[in-house]
């Protein structure tokens, strides 16, 4: 399985980006896909989910009402649109897949790519 994750980069507050991430190797369409992501000194966050058929979407509560998931099956591809951008947002962010989504905003992936960096200048 490889997730790639890309669009990151360095912007100043209030500003957007959109992240996608493509995926091969694995039943994209069956699966649930995530963003995560991890600031320096600190351990990796949850962002947000999204289930199979885009029914689904979790955000954590840093991201709602900036951000938005997003997914398109025939693309193999997730998105992670940032609007609204703060210097607190500044992170590698990670694109994750499979694994359940569960409770309110919970979501474990089985895989995991690598990361694309954001940072937001003041």
């Known amino acids: 399985v490889q997730l790639q994750a890309s669009g990151g980069g360095l912007v100043q507050t209030g500003n957007s980006l959109r992240l996608s991430c493509a995926a091969s190797?694995?039943?994209?369409?069956?699966?649930?896909m995530g963003w995560f992501r991890q600031a320096p000194g600190k351990e990796r966050d949850f962002v947000a989910a999204?289930?199979?058929?885009?029914?689904?979407?979790f955000y954590a509560d840093s991201a709602k009402g900036r951000f938005t998931i997003s997914r398109d099956n025939a693309k193999n591809a997730v998105y992670l649109q940032m609007n609204m951008l703060k210097p607190e947002d500044t992170a590698v962010y990670y694109c994750?897949?499979?694994?359940?989504?569960?409770?309110?905003?919970?979501?474990?992936?089985?895989?995991w790519g690598q990361g694309t960096q954001v940072t937001v200048s003041s």
């Open positions: 994750a897949g499979g694994g359940p989504m569960y409770g309110i905003s919970s979501y474990d992936p089985f895989y």
């Open positions: 190797g694995l039943s994209f369409s069956a699966y649930a």
């Open positions: 999204i289930n199979w058929n885009g029914g689904t979407t």
